[in-house]
């Protein structure tokens, strides 16, 4: 095989692999902004969290 028809070959191979982690790398990206999304919502809803008071007991006293 003639060295400069090797080379392209390997060029379009390097190529090839060099799209396909492209394409791994923003899969990956998406699944982290899922997580984040997710996580930033937990978070939101504890920090929302419907609150209520109620006594549990009563001090009364006098200075006498």
Do not use: C, G, Y
Not at 24 to 42: G, Y
């Amino acid at each position: 095989m003639h060295p400069a028809r090797r080379l392209q070959q390997d060029i379009r191979k390097t190529e090839t692999e060099q799209r396909r982690q492209r394409q791994d790398i923003f899969a990956v990206e998406d699944e982290i902004e899922a997580r984040r999304d997710a996580l930033t919502a937990a978070l939101q809803k504890r920090l929302h969290r419907a609150s209520r008071d109620q006594s549990l007991f009563v001090v009364r006293w006098n200075v006498v």
